[in-house]
């Protein structure tokens, strides 16, 4: 009998995936803090994991446009298209749109997440390797 890591580790392995991406938005809107017109974004991540939830559980998601005044469909990706915009309480006059309070308080909660599912993903390793060796 095998073990399958998709259905021992569920949908975790991608969390830990989306946070670390989600890391490196946040950080790139905090290095353009300064540079005028930069419109900072956010990774909407409970939608993001919730749609890969549902890819697990039904399968993939594939649209196809047979006409070309079809709407088409947007954010089944991890592409640019699931990046939002970030609205800012105070705009600048320079029509910068990143907040640096609201952009640090994000990364370090992103941080505090990413380490515990993390955590989760180690422990569930170490009761993968206790079943192996039968403890």
């Not at 409970?46 to 559980?57: H, M, N, T």
């Amino acid at each position: 009998m095998s073990i399958s890591f998709d259905k021992a580790l569920g949908i975790h392995q991608q969390a830990l995936s989306f946070r670390s991406q989600r890391a490196e938005v946040l950080a790139n809107n905090l290095a353009n803090a300064d540079t005028p017109n930069f419109k900072a974004r956010d990774l909407d991540f409970a939608s993001v994991l919730a749609a890969q939830s549902d890819k697990a559980k039904h399968g993939t998601f594939n649209a196809a446009r047979t006409n070309e005044r079809h709407i088409a469909a947007e954010g089944f990706g991890m592409g640019e298209d699931v990046l939002k915009y970030r609205t800012p309480f105070q705009p600048s006059i320079d029509q910068n749109t990143v907040d640096e309070q609201i952009e640090q308080a994000s990364y370090a909660e992103n941080s505090v997440q990413f380490q515990a599912s993390f955590t989760f993903l180690n422990n569930k390793f170490k009761g993968l390797m206790n079943a192996l060796r039968g403890e």
